[in-house]
């Protein structure tokens, strides 16, 4: 039986090293790290990726795939529907950092097995929601900035998109905004602000070029 990591990053600003670094930290002995490095998770099933082809060949019964959390296997709803329903039916188990889920095919139970199909269901169509809302915040914070390049774009933001995307992890972890902040070296109200407002900030993020 094996542990298999599986991360994925898509921009400059996300690292495998990271994503391990979590996962070990979570408590998991990772005896493989499989990593597919600038793909988009929404364009791109894991089947197509080269190392999420490899993924698909290595793993077999018994074995235990960790990632961050659903949105590393992918951002498209069906995707990653299809992709854990499979990886069950293998006889794998799925396990999240964030979150700590596990899903598995071991329960015969109808109503269990609709529980958490249910769940499954759920948390991919969160990603791909979050992937939808940040590429038109993107989109939103780059014409902003074109449409203003002679003029003021207000005030540079305070933490860069690193820090961002710690402070959404932390949040969906369950973190108090105390541990965040000693966590990035942001201020509460910083943190505070990106989690009530994260379209503005990924805007803002966006419009000075972050």
């Known amino acids: 039986m094996a542990t298999v990591l599986y991360a994925r990053v898509s921009t400059a600003d996300q690292t495998i ?5 979590q996962a070990r930290k979570a408590g998991y002995e990772i005896d493989t790290v499989i990593a597919d490095h600038g793909l988009s998770g929404v364009s791109t099933k894991l089947v197509e990726r080269p190392e999420g082809k490899r993924l698909f060949d290595m793993l077999r019964k018994g074995d235990i795939l960790v990632v961050r959390w659903v949105d590393r296997l992918g951002r498209n709803y069906r995707d990653v529907c299809d992709t854990i329903q499979e990886f069950m039916r293998r006889g794998v188990t799925i396990r999240t950092v964030i979150n700590s889920m596990t899903f598995d095919g071991a329960t015969t ?8 199909d249910a769940l499954i269901a759920f948390m991919a169509a969160t990603a791909q929601a979050q992937a939808e809302a940040t590429k038109e915040a993107q989109k939103a914070g780059i014409e902003h900035a074109k449409s203003r390049e002679d003029k003021y774009r ?3 933001p305070t933490y860069d998109r690193k820090q961002y995307q710690t402070v959404q992890d932390m949040f969906a972890k369950g973190d108090g ?3 965040i902040a000693k966590a990035t070296n942001l201020t509460r ?7 009530n407002a994260p379209d ?3 805007a ?7």
């Open 17 to 21: 090293q990271h994503q391990e670094v």
């Open 109 to 116: 139970d109808p109503i269990q097995q609709a529980v958490r």
């Open 154 to 156: 207000g005030r540079k």
């Open 177 to 179: 905004a105390s541990a």
């Open 189 to 195: 109200q910083t943190i505070l602000r990106i989690r």
């Open 200 to 202: 503005q900030a990924e």
């Open 204 to 210: 803002t993020l966006a419009a000075w070029g972050m």
